[in-house]
């Protein structure tokens, strides 16, 4: 097989691939987690839930995310005075989200509230609550230039908020206010398999749907 050797060759295969990709084409979904739609203010005193919307508007105010990576762990082995390294195990990434605030402060109450269903700090003694109530699988697609298909797309299993940064405030905090989220999770797993896979079908108004306000999602 030749190699390419023009412009044109470099034309022809990006085009065949659809394009360059594009970082400002995105979206997630993030679903409630189960003690929300349980009505938690039952089970935890002085905890309101009332505020809390659907996925959909963490889809429009996610600003950035990033795609996790892999790293496999290996261990050095000597086989015939040669040291080579052999893989033993698997290392996922730490995952962030950066979400816009608004003037209710939504998103940072919204994973307050999710961090405090994960230990309840209301009394003197912390009480974790099982997995199963506070985990969610947690999507990040990377669109194409035409934001129709998913061009990568992850799951996050068993996800939940392990960090929330500061809030900076001050006299010369005037720009746009912002959270970062870092994620925890068991692992994650390709949802794209397939090339050219359709996004699924996202509705405004369904609970766990999200996305950028340009998106098609929305």
């Not at 605030?101 to 509230?113: A, G, P």
């Not at 230990?119 to 003197?124: H, I, L, Q, R, T």
């Not at 397939?194 to 509705?203: A, L, R, S, Y």
Request: charged share 25%; net charge neutral; proline share 4%.
């Amino acid at each position: 097989m030749a190699n390419p050797r023009s412009i044109d060759d470099m034309k022809a295969l990006i085009g065949k691939r659809g394009g360059i990709a594009r970082g400002n084409r995105y979206g997630v979904q993030i679903t409630n987690p189960i003690r929300v739609t349980k009505n938690i203010t039952k089970e935890m005193e002085g905890i309101d839930t009332s505020f809390i919307g659907n996925g959909r508007d963490a889809f429009i105010l996610c600003t950035a995310v990033s795609l996790p990576g892999k790293l496999i762990n290996t261990t050095e082995a000597t086989h015939n005075h040669h040291v080579s390294k052999k893989p033993y195990s698997m290392t996922t990434d730490a995952v962030t989200m950066t979400f816009l605030l608004t003037n209710d402060y939504y998103m940072k109450k919204y994973f307050d509230l999710w961090m405090e269903l994960i230990v309840d700090s209301s009394g003197n003694h912390y009480k974790t609550a099982y997995k199963s109530e506070y985990t969610r699988d947690v999507e990040i697609h990377a669109l194409n230039s035409k934001n129709e298909n998913i061009g990568y797309g992850t799951k996050l299993e068993h996800a939940y908020p392990i960090q929330i940064s500061q809030v900076e405030l001050g006299e010369e905090q005037e720009g746009l206010m912002q959270v970062t989220v870092t994620w925890e999770y068991d692992n994650w797993k390709l949802t794209h398999m397939k090339e050219g896979f359709v996004k699924p079908d996202i509705m405004p108004g369904i609970p766990g749907s999200g996305g950028r306000l340009d998106n098609p999602y929305v």
